[in-house]
């Protein structure tokens, strides 16, 4: 077993560091890469096409800094009634910062169609210089020539190039429909200024409003709330007086309403309406006499979502720019990445995500900012819990093994702190972010949810086993995960080891945690029931059990839609290979190690290429990168993951889990009787099909630490679960001595690195 160990993180760590294997480090993390290449350079890519039909008029309207809890139907009026009459949504706001996006950020990344930064410390668009009926943008080449923001033009040079007008209310408007040369057809500073608002095919319109408060010396405010409520109020009101007077003046058009932008560092959910006139009607209760709380204002019953999110509620800043071009019947050059909005749900006065009023429903999507918002501002603090948990349970425990003291209590513990992952998933079946207390009832529920998940795994019929408890457990988390997946992935939503839309890395599919989760839940708990098959001489039904369960899992975990996870399908196939080989009774050594990584590249570039042959409209971010890599502006995208990998392994979060769990395991495989009084070795020997489950969990930790742009996370993940599950198996055969099962045989160890370089 210590050979084996060895051989395992020496070949993985050699095989997989390799820049080959790094190049596909986290793609999955990133729902939207873009090309580095400049879009000038890409000629037969960059024009926009005409489109097969003449298109619509189409408005959008941006208030940047707008939030669902702004509106109201007492201060906002207008936004309330235009609610009423619209498919409502979630905005993700998020661009390429990490704190924040300022509105300059915001109308960028609408012109670019890609999420884009202008750099540094930024504030509101420049303000365009006249020329004729229309404007210039400043200077607007600096973006590309000095910021590097390459595709910033993209959509007023599309729809130019398509023969559409373009008209801008706004410096940020202006920025937003610029083509190539900073120009718009038709130009108003401000929405009092402009008189005829139907002179265009498609109009942008800007209402700073909101966003001038949190805006000081042309910069936005570093202060996460820098306005009183009341002041917030104020501007809100002005907001909704401004678009109330715009309203009326834009003709028969399909209008968007969007919160670009942020107002303040801390990124919000902001607000996404579209209102179809061939398709929405008003709302049939006054919004002035209709309370928030009100189940009687009649809303639309649609709600607004896009491919780009998988949420039928959630769509991305880069989706606007999918959308106007649509809307307008234009083709969308190759580097924009949003997607048209989708509307679902019906116009029976109820509201698709909550099956309630209007009020209901906005009631939901305020809801779902203060559960991102919750998640957020205490996942630091939850992964420093359970990293401070972690450590302190192995210094307790080998304290109490050397002595053989407490053993119940260790073995209790180590399922209670293998049962906190599934947790964290569960607890999102409960409304804990609609209570008055969230982040106090969200560490109450997953605690509770955790001591449960400990007496059923302690408490059944299945306890006297020595894989009864380590079964249940791996048992939860891989059917929690699995099923969630299934269902589109609502328990990672929003979840303390998932990701949500505020932060805005990942909204759909399986994230690199819930990946060393489900690879190591799902390797032990096939191991599990290969341990049975083993026993009773069937050794070849258990290989195949681990491979037909291993695969089906994987495939979920890679397919594009489902879990769209790139790194972790070349992380997993080798854990499933080294567990089945090692259970089947054959050596693996280093070289055969690297052949099954360069398996599950090889696998997940062919489903990145299945993806890349549907319509981009249709494709995900697998897709995508196999488009970069056929037209050879893949390189950023890997330069940026690995360097988002490398900095995770100074993290004082992760690192500790890591080095806490490896120490002890090393240590007790190479000083049984010191560290831990044999309860491994007595654990392999008393079930030998674990060691390989162990072992392929490990391998798939490594592999995935080093192909993920959450790096240490991944591992340290695995090893959480792993490692206390194993620990209390061990624990289990320690007290009761079970006998060794006759036709068990040890599976043979992996090859130590110095026998294989010859």
């Not at 003709?251 to 929405?280: K, Q, S």
């Amino acid at each position: 077993m210590r050979r084996a160990l060895v051989a395992v993180v020496f070949g993985v760590s050699v095989v997989t560091l390799a820049p080959a294997a790094a190049a596909s480090a986290g793609l999955a993390a990133v729902p939207d890469q873009r090309p580095d290449q400049r879009p000038d350079q890409r000629p037969a890519q960059w024009p926009g096409q005409r489109g097969t039909a003449a298109g619509e008029r189409v408005v959008l309207v941006g208030i940047p800094g707008l939030m669902w809890s702004d509106v109201t139907p007492e201060d906002t009026p207008a936004l309330w009634r235009l609610a009423g009459e619209s498919a409502v949504g979630s905005l993700s706001a998020r661009t390429v910062r990490k704190d924040g996006t300022c509105p300059y950020d915001g109308w960028l990344t609408v012109s670019a169609g890609v999420r884009s930064a202008v750099g540094g410390r930024c504030g509101m668009a420049p303000t365009p210089g006249a020329s004729g009926q229309g404007a210039v943008v400043p200077q607007f080449s600096w973006l590309w020539e000095v910021r590097e923001q390459d595709d910033a033009g993209t959509l007023g040079q599309a729809l130019h190039t398509a023969g559409r007008t373009t008209m801008a209310v706004g410096p940020g408007a202006a920025l937003a429909l610029a083509d190539r040369a900073g120009r718009v057809d038709v130009y108003a500073a401000d929405t009092g200024r402009a008189a005829e608002l139907t002179r265009a095919d498609v109009v942008a319109v800007e209402i700073p409003d909101l966003i001038a408060p949190y805006i000081s010396a042309d910069r936005l405010s570093e202060v996460p709330e820098a306005v009183s409520p009341q002041a917030r109020r104020a501007a809100a009101r002005a907001a909704d007086a401004r678009l109330g007077s715009v309203l009326p003046r834009l003709g028969r058009a399909t209008v968007l309403v969007a919160g670009i932008g942020d107002h303040g560092p801390v990124p919000h959910l902001r607000v996404a309406m579209l209102r179809d006139p061939d398709t929405t009607g008003p709302a049939t209760t006054s919004p002035d006499t209709t309370s928030p709380g009100s189940a009687g204002a009649a809303g639309p019953g649609r709600t607004l979502g896009a491919r780009s999110t998988h949420r039928d509620d959630m769509i991305i800043l880069p989706d606007l720019t999918a959308t106007v071009l649509a809307l307008a019947g234009v083709a969308a050059p190759a580097n924009v990445v949003g997607v048209p909005v989708e509307t679902h749900g019906t116009s029976s006065g109820t509201t698709g995500a909550t099956g309630g009023s209007l009020a209901e429903g906005v009631a939901a999507l305020r809801t779902a900012d203060v559960a991102g918002q919750t998640i957020r501002n205490t996942t630091g603090v939850f992964f420093t819990t359970l990293a401070v948990l972690q450590v302190l349970f192995y210094l307790t425990a080998f304290l109490l093994l050397r002595r053989r003291e407490r053993l119940p209590a260790v073995r209790s513990a180590a399922v209670a702190l293998a049962a906190i992952p599934a947790s964290t998933y569960l607890v999102n079946l409960l409304p804990w972010a609609r209570t008055a207390q969230p982040v106090l009832t969200l560490f109450a529920s997953i605690a509770a949810i955790a001591a449960a998940l400990t007496l059923a795994a302690l408490a059944g019929p299945w306890r006297r086993g020595v894989l009864g408890p380590l079964t249940v457990i791996a048992a939860v988390t891989a059917a929690v995960l699995l099923g969630d997946l299934l269902t589109g992935t609502p328990l990672q939503l929003n979840s303390l080891m998932g990701y949500t839309g505020v932060v805005g890395a990942r909204y759909y599919g399986l994230g690199n945690i819930p990946f060393a989760l489900l690879a190591t839940a799902v390797l032990l708990v096939t191991t599990a029931a290969a341990d049975r098959l083993v026993r009773s001489g069937r050794k070849g039904v258990a290989v195949a059990l681990i491979a037909v369960l291993g695969a089906f899992a994987m495939l979920l975990d890679g397919w594009p839609g489902v879990g769209s996870d790139f790194g972790g399908v070349i992380a997993f196939v080798p854990g499933i290979a080294v567990t089945a080989m090692l259970v089947a009774g054959k050596r693996v050594s280093v070289v055969k190690l690297g052949a099954f990584c360069a398996a599950g590249g090889v696998l997940v570039m062919a489903i990145a290429y299945l993806d890349y042959l549907r319509p981009p409209a249709s494709q995900t971010h697998l897709g995508r990168f196999a488009g970069q890599v056929a037209d050879g502006t893949f390189l950023p995208v890997i330069s940026r993951k690995l360097g988002a990998m490398l900095a995770t392994l100074l993290s004082p979060n992760l690192m500790p889990v890591v080095i806490a769990a490896f120490a002890f395991l090393v240590f007790a495989l190479l000083r049984p009787g010191t560290a831990s009084a044999g309860v491994l070795p007595i654990a392999f020997e008393r079930a030998p099909t674990l060691k390989a489950g162990l072992l392929g969990a490990l391998v798939s930790g490594v592999v995935g630490m080093l192909v993920n742009d959450s790096g240490a996370a991944v591992l340290s993940m695995a090893l959480a679960l792993a490692v206390p599950l194993v620990l209390s198996a061990g624990i289990r055969a320690l007290q009761y001595g079970e006998p060794a099962p006759a036709a068990a045989a040890p599976s043979p160890p992996m090859s130590p690195p110095a026998s294989l370089a010859g």
